[in-house]
């Protein structure tokens, strides 16, 4: 694999799955597989859990690893081409993501989306970017659109935490109190069409996702009906698509709450993390046997590792 950006770049998904099951099994079997070779992981946005996940996969197969916080560490990159650079950016994404190549054997890259034009977002403007000028294989870290290694992670949770062969996974939409990305359920939603699974997607009415990501899913703004008899429920808050990036007026009784799983009674709780309690999702959920949401956090090692793996095996 020389990139790693959606579900698209997987040659075989229950493979990788499969792979990256196994290594949690043996974290080290092939600990000499990157010997010797740098992994640069570049964050122009916060992060917990990708960037120590990421770390650690790398570290797990014997790979050099460095962590770039470029939005609080690195010079001001300026972004877009054709500017006059008299302002506050000192430096170009195309000398920066072109220096880094020279340090590095695979790039991790995590660039949210500015939720402003949806058409520079969806062209993953800086993403691209930073794929064309370093010249080595990239990872995606969580780009404008998608979150792939959260949903790798999300797809192992379900394989291994299922407990029939065709589970039904609910997303359902969560309130917040800011616009956020529709990355984690756009790549969430293509994973599971991808999957071995019923899913469905429950949202009030104004929050449907771009049609590219939700094709094979089934669509409700009825929650209650979408949780009944679910095996997986996953909560995350995303702003709407279309008026772009904002939030509409009401749905705050969308929170997920333990009386609203009565319809569902052996469904667990899974969730991307950070989460906001009791604002996107309950804390008495949080704090019960049916959220899986640090099992599922645990799990981010795995995936990155898995894809990691089949990288370094490419070079
Ligand atoms: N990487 C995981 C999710 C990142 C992001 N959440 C956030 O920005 C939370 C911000 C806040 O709660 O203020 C999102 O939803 O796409
Ligand atoms: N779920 C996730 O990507 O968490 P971080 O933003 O903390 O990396």
């Given at each position: 694999m020389k990139l790693f950006t959606s579900v698209n770049d997987v040659s075989d998904v229950q493979?990788?799955?499969?792979?990256?099951?196994?290594?949690?099994?043996?974290?080290?079997?092939?600990?000499?597989?990157g010997e010797n070779k740098t992994l640069c992981l570049v964050f122009l946005n916060p992060s917990l859990r990708t960037r120590i996940s990421t770390q650690k996969a790398g570290q797990n197969l014997g790979m050099n690893v460095i962590v770039l916080n470029i939005d609080k560490e690195g010079w001001a990159l300026e972004l877009q081409d054709g500017v006059i650079m008299n302002g506050t950016t000192v430096e170009h994404i195309r000398e920066a993501a072109g220096v880094m190549g020279e340090y590095s054997d695979i790039i991790g890259v995590r660039s949210f989306p500015g939720l402003k034009n949806r058409e520079e977002d969806y062209s993953e403007m800086i993403f691209n970017k930073f794929v064309e000028f370093c010249k080595v294989p990239v990872v995606s870290l969580e780009s404008a659109t998608r979150h792939p290694l959260q949903s790798l992670a999300?797809?192992?949770?379900?394989?291994?935490?299922?407990?029939?062969?065709?589970?039904?996974?609910?997303?359902?939409?969560?309130?917040?109190?800011?616009?956020?990305?529709?990355?984690?359920?756009?790549?969430?939603?293509?994973?599971?069409?991808?999957?071995?699974?019923?899913?469905?997607?429950?949202?009030?009415?104004?929050?449907?996702?771009?049609?590219?990501?939700?094709?094979?899913?089934?669509?409700?703004?009825?929650?209650?009906?979408?949780?009944?008899?679910?095996?997986?429920?996953?909560?995350?808050?995303?702003?709407?698509?279309?008026?772009?990036?904002?939030?509409?007026?009401?749905?705050?009784?969308?929170?997920?709450?333990?009386?609203?799983?009565?319809?569902?009674?052996?469904?667990?709780?899974?969730?991307?993390?950070?989460?906001?309690?009791?604002?996107?999702?309950?804390?008495?959920?949080?704090?019960?046997?049916?959220?899986?949401?640090?099992?599922?956090?645990?799990?981010?090692?795995?995936?990155?590792?898995?894809?990691?793996?089949?990288?370094?095996?490419?070079?």
């Amino acid at each position: 694999m020389k990139l790693f950006t959606s579900v698209n770049d997987v040659s075989d998904v229950q493979q990788l799955v499969a792979e990256a099951l196994q290594l949690k099994q043996n974290p080290f079997a092939h600990k000499h597989l990157g010997e010797n070779k740098t992994l640069c992981l570049v964050f122009l946005n916060p992060s917990l859990r990708t960037r120590i996940s990421t770390q650690k996969a790398g570290q797990n197969l014997g790979m050099n690893v460095i962590v770039l916080n470029i939005d609080k560490e690195g010079w001001a990159l300026e972004l877009q081409d054709g500017v006059i650079m008299n302002g506050t950016t000192v430096e170009h994404i195309r000398e920066a993501a072109g220096v880094m190549g020279e340090y590095s054997d695979i790039i991790g890259v995590r660039s949210f989306p500015g939720l402003k034009n949806r058409e520079e977002d969806y062209s993953e403007m800086i993403f691209n970017k930073f794929v064309e000028f370093c010249k080595v294989p990239v990872v995606s870290l969580e780009s404008a659109t998608r979150h792939p290694l959260q949903s790798l992670a999300d797809l192992v949770t379900i394989e291994e935490l299922k407990t029939n062969d065709r589970p039904k996974v609910v997303l359902t939409w969560a309130p917040h109190i800011k616009p956020l990305p529709q990355a984690v359920p756009n790549s969430f939603a293509e994973w599971m069409c991808k999957g071995d699974v019923d899913f469905v997607i429950a949202q009030p009415a104004g929050y449907e996702l771009s049609k590219e990501f939700t094709n094979g899913a089934t669509i409700t703004h009825n929650q209650d009906e979408a949780i009944k008899d679910a095996d997986f429920i996953y909560v995350k808050n995303w702003s709407a698509y279309e008026p772009y990036g904002k939030i509409l007026p009401g749905n705050e009784d969308w929170m997920l709450t333990l009386d609203k799983l009565k319809e569902a009674p052996t469904a667990k709780v899974m969730h991307c993390l950070p989460v906001r309690r009791d604002l996107e999702l309950s804390s008495e959920i949080l704090d019960s046997d049916r959220s899986v949401v640090i099992h599922e956090a645990g799990n981010r090692v795995w995936a990155a590792q898995a894809v990691l793996k089949q990288m370094l095996e490419a070079l």
